[in-house]
């Protein structure tokens, strides 16, 4: 059993900045690939980021590669999120997920643990 504790979302101003950290406790940190997806209003969950076990591999959803970076401490048992250049579009909760999977998940069903979300806000 993984619990994943979200944290750092907020309001912000079109163009700027956040964060988002994910705290994981429980089973081994390194054993899982880890992922965040967004939940906006009126549409279904989306993939947003993943980056592999070892923390050699991440790959992005279109609409926010060249904007997200996603890492992790495997020592702190935490993932995160960098935000840049903040969008509107980028309003959502956004959820940290773990997967026992040797390679990247893009999907829900390749995640096995789910956080509860934190809500990031971008004005225009």
């Known amino acids: 059993q993984v619990q994943l504790v979200e944290s750092g979302g907020g309001l912000v101003q079109a163009g700027g900045s956040l964060r988002l950290s994910c705290a994981a406790s429980g089973r081994t940190f390194s054993s899982y690939a880890m992922g965040w997806f967004r939940h906006a209003p009126g549409k279904e969950r989306e993939f947003v980021a993943t980056?592999?076990?070892?923390?050699?591999?991440?790959r992005y959803a279109d609409s926010v590669k060249g904007r997200f970076t996603i890492s992790r401490d495997d020592a702190k048992s935490t993932v995160y999120l960098q935000m840049n250049s903040l969008k509107p579009e980028d309003t959502a909760v956004y959820y940290c997920s773990a997967a026992s999977i040797g390679g990247l998940g893009y999907v829900e069903s390749d995640y096995h643990y789910w956080g509860q979300g934190t809500q990031v806000t971008v004005s225009s």
């Open positions: 980056i592999s076990r070892s923390g050699g591999i991440s």
